[in-house]
């Protein structure tokens, strides 16, 4: 289990003070059970995270990039804080990444439209592999899976950002209104009209399709 | 009607999901360890931060102790020394030197 593995080597060298000198073992067990529930915490939302990141961004590598930095500055600012507290700032640190990289592309783009013989860097379809079609054989429910995730990406993608964050906070994330007003950094009027917004738009767009 | 769309969007994101690739699965791992290593960084810069402190503390007690030292009177002197400087400072006797003849002395010290 990778969780297990992680954790093991994270409590190495302050489970051999522990066994050292009982005295010292006070001071390091808090930070032994900070580290344990971030871990936990981590592990149970990092694939989530990491989806709904891909969907924004509609790259690998960038949606990496940014869950990445959201747990890195969860656990450097914030890994103190009280656990209930994490969701909602891993969420919004990550937003801000993903909001972060979508201004860095806009700028990258108009650089590239005024100098139209430099390719960019951060060609989408960088990945040659991913444009190979998988030979292995889907069964037909699958297909179906797929194509309709597929069509719920690109209408989620085509939506404004702060509606598409509440629609996937709200849905994927299972958060609440409050919860979800706390991640977005706004009032919870605010997250209920980008939420019924973004709700009908979704339904207007695969309305036909599903 | 709501909640059938959402419920269908849902289950579908938790299938995307649930399958994964392992090369992304490993890569988000690995993010999950540097995390963890931050914590673990961010408890020993919290103990050096500390370290000055100590420091500054030591050195705050050895000046007062210093300080404290010197303001104390010095030693008095002993009976002996005393008498010393009395004869010393004595102008008669110092009158009755320059009164005896020197070269008395020289033949004295001579014999």
């Known amino acids: ?210 | 009607m709501s909640d059938n769309f959402e419920d269908k969007a849902r289950a579908l994101f938790e299938d995307s999901v649930e399958r994964l690739d392992a090369r992304t699965r490993s890569k988000l791992t690995q993010a999950r360890n540097r995390a963890l290593d931050e914590v673990q960084k961010g408890a020993a810069r919290r103990r050096w931060i500390w370290a000055p402190a100590g420091g500054f503390a030591v050195a705050a007690v050895v000046a007062v102790g210093i300080v404290l030292s010197s303001g104390r009177t010095p030693p008095s002197p002993g009976p002996a020394a005393l008498e010393d400087l009395e004869i010393v400072a004595d102008s008669e006797n110092l009158d009755l030197l320059q009164d005896q003849d020197v070269e008395f002395y020289a033949w004295l010290d001579e014999q």
Not at chain 1, 31 to 42: K, S, T, V
Not at chain 1, 175 to 195: F, I, P, R
């Open chain 1, 1 to 210: 289990m990778p969780a297990s593995v992680s954790l093991a080597a994270f409590t190495g060298p302050l489970a051999t003070l522990r066994w050292d000198d009982g005295t010292r073992a006070s001071v390091e067990e808090p930070i032994l059970e900070q580290a344990r529930a971030l871990d936990r915490f981590l592990a149970s939302i990092e694939k989530r995270a990491f989806r709904m990141a891909r969907i924004a961004l509609r790259h690998d590598e960038d949606a990496l990039d940014s869950v990445q930095d959201a747990m890195l500055q969860l656990a450097r600012h914030y890994g103190r804080r009280p656990s209930e507290e994490w969701r909602p700032l891993f969420y919004r640190i990550l937003q801000n990444r993903i909001r972060d990289c979508q201004r860095r592309r806009r700028v990258q783009a108009r650089i590239m439209a005024w100098l139209p013989g430099l390719k960019s860097q951060d060609d989408p379809i960088a990945d040659e592999f991913a444009a190979v079609p998988d030979r292995a054989p889907l069964p037909a429910d699958q297909l179906a899976t797929d194509q309709a995730m597929q069509v719920l990406e690109r209408s989620l993608a085509d939506l404004p950002g702060r509606q598409q964050e509440a629609f996937m906070l709200r849905v994927f994330e299972g958060m609440d209104v409050a919860q979800t007003a706390a991640a977005m950094g706004c009032s919870e009027g605010s997250v209920k009209t980008h939420y019924s917004r973004a709700v009908h738009t979704l339904r207007e767009q695969l309305g036909v399709a599903w």
